[in-house]
């Protein structure tokens, strides 16, 4: 039997759309959501979190850097349509899965979506200080103490060469893990779900912190929401 190249194509879609696995929420708090993607509102002011991150850099980073990530994703989600229907965390946690005309720009444009939202909702005014419950204890036993733990981190997000971030993630075991990206990737590329992301792209200080990328981290710590990522330790393993 003889089919249609469109015949053809259609099969292909329609097999390449049942390779896919059950959504994960990679850490999300929203309901997962499909294309057209939108940049999520802040939930607090631009200026929220000064003195440790300033206004100005917040309201760049949010409404032109974030932006343009997902205006990206937009557009390669529109020119491969196999791709509609499918969340952020689907398509980067499914790279393999992406047609090739557009896996890089899901990998950085997608992961900038995927990145920079967890990143506002990891933070907060009046943040920082130390988690409790069952992450705080993780931490301890994962790390020897929440101490050594920040300095691990703080490590990897120093070590980042270029742009990138630096995470806490959680392992295909379940463990947790300090790890580093470069760009906009994402440990849901690599299957870890990552609970805390820090963006350490120039973008997200030089306009307070200039070269200074490690008074930019330690600042940082100051508006961790813990309450936040410690909601994503049941989700993550799920
Ligand atoms: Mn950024």
């Given at each position: 039997?003889?089919?249609?190249?469109?015949?053809?194509?259609?099969?292909?879609?329609?097999?390449?759309?049942?390779?896919?696995?059950?959504?994960?929420?990679?850490?999300?708090?929203?309901?997962?959501?499909a294309?057209p993607?939108?940049?999520?509102?802040l939930?607090?002011g631009?200026?929220?979190?000064?003195?440790?991150?300033?206004?100005?850099?917040?309201?760049?980073?949010?409404?032109?850097?974030?932006?343009?990530?997902?205006?990206?994703?937009?557009?390669a989600?529109?020119?491969?349509?196999?791709?509609a229907?499918?969340?952020?965390?689907?398509?980067?946690?499914?790279?393999e899965?992406?047609?090739?005309?557009?896996?890089?720009?899901?990998?950085?444009?997608?992961?900038?979506?995927?990145?920079?939202?967890?990143?506002?909702?990891?933070?907060?005014?009046?943040?920082?200080?130390?988690?409790?419950?069952?992450?705080?204890?993780?931490?301890?036993?994962?790390?020897?103490?929440?101490?050594?733990?920040?300095?691990?981190?703080?490590?990897?997000?120093l070590?980042?060469?270029?742009?990138?971030?630096?995470?806490?993630?959680?392992?295909?075991?379940?463990?947790?893990?300090?790890e580093?990206?470069a760009?906009?990737?994402?440990?849901?590329?690599a299957?870890?779900?990552?609970?805390l992301?820090?963006?350490?792209?120039?973008?997200?200080?030089?306009?307070?912190?200039?070269?200074?990328?490690a008074?930019?981290?330690?600042?940082?710590?100051?508006?961790?929401?813990?309450?936040?990522?410690a909601a994503r330790?049941?989700?993550?393993?799920?």
């Amino acid at each position: 039997m003889k089919i249609s190249r469109r015949e053809a194509l259609g099969t292909m879609a329609v097999a390449a759309a049942g390779l896919w696995v059950a959504p994960s929420t990679g850490g999300a708090e929203e309901p997962a959501k499909a294309a057209p993607f939108e940049v999520p509102a802040l939930p607090y002011g631009f200026d929220a979190l000064e003195p440790h991150l300033d206004a100005e850099t917040m309201r760049i980073h949010h409404d032109k850097h974030h932006a343009a990530y997902v205006a990206r994703l937009n557009e390669a989600v529109a020119a491969a349509p196999v791709l509609a229907g499918r969340t952020v965390e689907e398509l980067v946690g499914g790279l393999e899965r992406v047609p090739e005309s557009v896996r890089t720009a899901v990998r950085n444009h997608g992961g900038g979506h995927l990145n920079h939202t967890l990143f506002w909702a990891s933070m907060k005014p009046g943040g920082g200080g130390v988690p409790a419950g069952r992450l705080a204890s993780e931490i301890a036993a994962a790390f020897g103490s929440q101490e050594s733990f920040v300095e691990r981190f703080t490590a990897a997000a120093l070590g980042v060469f270029g742009s990138g971030w630096a995470w806490l993630a959680v392992g295909a075991r379940g463990e947790l893990a300090i790890e580093a990206t470069a760009n906009q990737d994402s440990p849901l590329a690599a299957g870890r779900r990552p609970l805390l992301g820090l963006d350490v792209w120039e973008h997200a200080y030089y306009l307070r912190y200039q070269n200074r990328r490690a008074e930019y981290v330690k600042a940082w710590w100051n508006v961790v929401d813990w309450t936040a990522v410690a909601a994503r330790l049941g989700p993550a393993r799920a």
